[in-house]
């Protein structure tokens, strides 16, 4: 089936800096996607999310960018802090009704005090 | 948003014996649950969509048999691993759709088995 997929399993970043993390999609038929990080042992968390019929989206340091032509999505993290060191997905779904989501292989994020 | 709780959060069971996780809803009720299950340094894939009142959608490759799942309430919904072997040993999880709020997830089941 189509799948989401990520292709940088480890990404270092000095604590401060800013992180990116990339995701390309293949179901060109997915009009939502959602980002969650999830820590060691623990189910995924909710950081942000965004329907098909925007670009952008912003949150509390979060920022999602959606690029449809490429099927490529982004997380940007301002000010990455020791804190956000985890693994993060990539989701996607098809808004309205029960649907289910497909995630992504995700990225380590490893914040370097 | 919902409060999601899956019990236990680590279970170790012998192997051939059966292991029963809950999920439950706590704020919200959910008709539509969803089971996940995760092996170390993987992506979460889906195993069985669980419908309240009817049966569970299972994905391609997940057995019926083996992972049983009960939806007989809009707040609990059970999958039980059955004749466990230690190849079943994985990270569990559920997650709750809220109509147009996305989805909320459990904190997820270590099963262990020896």
């Known amino acids: 089936g189509e799948s989401v997929g990520l292709h940088l399993p480890t990404l270092s970043v000095q604590e401060g800096d800013n992180s990116i993390i990339n995701c390309a999609y293949s179901?060109?038929?997915?009009?939502?996607f959602i980002w969650y990080k999830q820590e060691s042992g623990k189910g995924p968390q909710f950081i942000i999310d965004?329907?098909?019929?925007?670009d952008k989206r912003q949150g509390q340091r979060v920022t999602v960018l959606l690029n449809k032509t490429v099927k490529h999505l982004s997380l940007q993290i301002a000010a990455t802090q020791p804190g956000d060191s985890a693994v993060y997905f990539c989701?996607?779904?098809?808004?309205?009704?029960?649907?289910?989501?497909?995630f992504g292989t995700g990225t380590k994020l490893q914040v370097i005090p | 948003g919902a409060v999601v709780s899956q019990h236990p959060s680590r279970v170790i069971c012998k192997s051939g014996t059966s292991v029963k996780i809950e999920c439950r809803s706590l704020?919200?009720?959910?008709?539509?649950m969803f089971w996940y299950r995760q092996f170390p340094k993987q992506s979460l894939m889906l195993m069985a969509t669980?419908?309240?009142?009817?049966?569970?959608?299972?994905e391609q490759g997940v057995e019926k048999d083996k992972f049983l799942i009960n939806h007989a309430s809009l707040t609990l919904s059970t999958l039980t691993v059955t004749s466990a072997h230690p190849e079943d040993s994985s990270f569990y999880i559920c997650?709750?759709?809220?109509?147009?709020?996305?989805?909320?997830f459990g904190s997820g089941t270590r099963l262990t088995v020896v």
């Open positions: 997650s709750v759709q809220l109509r147009g709020y996305g989805y909320t």
């Open positions: 179901n060109s038929a997915s009009d939502y």
């Open positions: 965004i329907r098909s019929n925007m």
């Open positions: 989701a996607e779904s098809y808004s309205g009704g029960y649907q289910k989501v497909t």
């Open positions: 704020d919200f009720q959910a008709t539509t």
């Open positions: 669980s419908n309240e009142g009817s049966k569970a959608t299972y």
